[in-house]
């Protein structure tokens, strides 16, 4: 079973204050309380924020005139006059995502729930920073006239990269090193500013994943995971009393540099063993397309001779890591999603279970191995939801940003 999130804390968290000078803070605990737990009467929220009858009926307006909240049909049969349960509305604010990738530039636009309304994606075999740029500029064009007037509800733009773009140039080869190494000089946030007048905030990209699943998926119920994004790269975020842990450096949760070594795998690092990339070169040394490793038929007979292996590689390095992690955490999951074919998650997820349970948990907990519920549109959903939550909800903690 699903570990729950304990009712206490929960409702801790909910609590609003009486005091003056909290206002905005009280719109953002109401919104909050209605996030998690679904529209409900101002009776209901005003026992479960604590906050007073009176100011719970005046935030209630004063959200409904901004067009926040809205009504939903009265509930009658109980005692005393029917209720009218309040519901975020979906159109009351929309957010922009992007999410800049060693593969692939992707820009989305979220509702006020978090559910992706637009999506526009280009490929490149590498990010050269004056051309990832440009087609930023295309796709907040493209989102633009996409939402017509409601582009006017758009409160922010969330930004998502690895934290080193020019690092990792030597395992990409030529020329893609010489172009990687560029981006040493750009300073991502401030280009990016440029191109729009709307607030910007950052989340590295496995950060911006592992947010995604926090609040979209299995973070609903589960407090403590670590998170596995395998693409390119594989990467990791990780999640501890429901809240998201970077660590002073940003480096908590970075599963990819974790070391494996073993006598046969000498001063490797899991991203080594267990990212897209060892497939793709293997595709490519046999004269096939790499962006296969994207595509469900990859799973196909025809190109078995280089994906078991690698399904063996990666499985059970991950899985290394995995016991490695949760001896030190004490984990209730791992949570595993990606960017490569779901077909091909779904085996290297078969793959990575079996040899989970090859590792030896004595004396610890063995943490349940979950497919994330987000998908590859991880990294771009979790940007796009920093701007709500930055304006919208108090519990900014979870969302530690790190600078470009």
């Known amino acids: 079973m699903t570990p729950k999130k304990s009712p206490p804390k929960d409702l801790r968290e909910m609590r609003g204050s009486n005091h003056v000078g909290m206002r905005q803070f009280n719109e953002r605990t109401v919104l909050r309380a209605i996030r998690h737990h679904g529209a409900m009467p101002k009776a209901d929220l005003a026992r479960l ?12 307006n004063r959200l409904s005139d901004d067009g926040l909240l809205v009504k939903q049909a009265r509930i009658r049969g109980k005692i005393g006059q029917p209720s009218v349960p309040l519901a975020l509305n979906p159109e009351g604010a929309f957010s922009v995502g992007i999410q800049i990738g060693r593969r692939s530039l992707e820009v989305v636009v979220t509702d006020f729930l978090g559910h992706m309304r637009h999506q526009w994606q280009h490929l490149y075999p590498y990010p050269a920073p004056h051309d990832v740029l440009a087609k930023i500029q295309e796709g907040l064009q493209r989102m633009q006239h996409s ?22 140039g030597d395992v990409m080869g030529e020329p893609a090193k010489q172009v990687l190494a560029q981006w040493e000089q750009v300073d991502l946030l401030t280009q990016v500013q440029q ?12 950060t911006a994943a592992c947010v995604a699943e926090l609040v979209q998926g299995h973070g609903r119920d589960i407090e403590n995971f670590l998170y596995v994004f395998v693409g390119t790269f594989v990467g990791g975020g990780l999640v501890l009393d429901g809240h998201i842990i970077n660590g002073r450096r940003g480096n908590a949760g970075a599963i990819g540099s974790m070391p494996m070594s073993t006598q046969s795998q000498h001063g490797l690092q899991l991203l080594e063993l267990a990212s897209g990339w060892q497939l793709e070169q293997a595709l490519i040394q046999a004269g096939h397309d790499p962006l296969l490793v994207q595509q469900d038929a990859i799973v196909q007979d025809a190109y078995a001779q280089w994906v078991q292996p690698w399904l063996q590689q990666a499985s059970h390095a991950l899985a290394a890591s995995m016991a490695a992690a949760s001896a030190l955490l004490d984990l209730d999951a791992v949570v595993v999603d ?65 600078s470009g």
Request: aromatic letters at 6%; a neutral charge; charged letters at 15%.
């Open 49 to 60: 924020t604590q906050l007073t009858s009176q100011t719970v009926a005046t935030i209630v």
């Open 147 to 168: 939402m017509g007037k409601q582009w006017s509800r758009v409160v922010g733009i969330g930004l998502s990269a690895p934290l080193a773009l020019h690092l990792w």
């Open 195 to 206: 191109l729009t007048d709307l607030p910007i905030e950052f989340a590295k990209d496995t």
């Open 338 to 402: 990606g960017s490569l074919s779901p077909l091909l998650m779904q085996a290297l997820m078969a793959h990575a279970e079996q040899a989970l349970n090859a590792q030896r948990f004595d004396g610890l907990h063995q943490p349940l191995l979950l497919k994330g519920q987000v998908g590859g549109h991880a990294r771009a959903l979790g940007a796009s939801l920093l701007p709500l939550h930055a304006q919208f909800f108090p519990d900014m903690d979870i969302f530690l940003k790190q």
